[in-house]
């Protein structure tokens, strides 16, 4: 694999440059991805915890129009927004971002192509970066990633002594944006870069995610849903912070009688409303159904659909939920269950 060496202080150059070019940069401060202005921001994270977001807002935004329309007496006019034209760079994406589009991808391209997400996908690159930091919450490597995977990076850095990194060229995409800057490299130590690798501690599996769906397969009646849901408030935010849930709604918003806009907006399967039907009917009533869709969700349904799991264990669910639930400890139970 072909190899690079950058320091910091190039790769912020590098950053800048791409920020001169028109590309929306978005740098891992440690705390988040932050659009970078001109020489502004630092790149850490190779110790620090998953930002609080992910990034996945580049490629599925909170909220956009996906069409306009305008109505006269006779006719109703359609008018397509514009998608994409700018260029998305991340550097320093933690491998369980990295490999967050290409999860969703396969949900985006299953029964009906969404040019929305694909557009975004296809103008993003995304340099990813080896990590160091590992907590209770963290579980890649029970979902098949791990520290030091390149899965879903275009270039992967290797954060090296003395502000250094070594560069991996993982994809044509990654190799085509910095041939213009070639300047900004030296040549590569893979030695190096292989030493820095193999220091990082691969966490343990902590459950073994086939027994878990073997579990999932038989017990969508089970008593565990109702001790262990009882906790969910229903908030949400585990879905709003992961990097691979992917609900919307469609809404119309009407300017006036005669215009307005169809609005696509975030989602997701622990709120109240989001299977009521226009009849009143609502199939998952109580938290205990909701917080089981969201574990066969990303544990059974889309293993049988796609053959990938949508859960990269990252641990931002279980970092960040107001009532405490740790969805990578549940899964662990239901892990134990079977043994
Ligand atoms: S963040 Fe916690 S309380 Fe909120 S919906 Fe998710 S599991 Fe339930
Ligand atoms: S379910 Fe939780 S641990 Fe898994 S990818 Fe989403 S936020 Fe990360």
Redesign the pocket.
Known sequence: MEEKRITKENLIKLGSNWVNDGMNVYVNNGKKYTLMKLHEEDLKGFEEAPPLMSYKEIVFPKTEPILYYKKSQKEVEIIEPKIGGVKNIVIGAKPCDAKSISIMSKVFNWDYKDSFFNVRAEESVIIGMACKYNDEHCFCTSVGISPVSTDGSDLFLIPLANDNFGVRIISDKGKELISKYESYFTNGDSEESENVLSSIPIPEKKFNAENVKSWLDKNFESEFWNTTAEMCLGCSQ?AF?????HCFDIVDEDYSFTEGRRMKNWDACQNGLFTKHASGHNPRDKQPKRYRQRVSH?FKYYKDKFDEYL????????RGCPAGID?GEIVERIDKLTN
């Open positions: 585990c912070v992961c990097p691979v849930c990303k859960c990269t264990g990252c641990g931002r669910c279980s969805i």
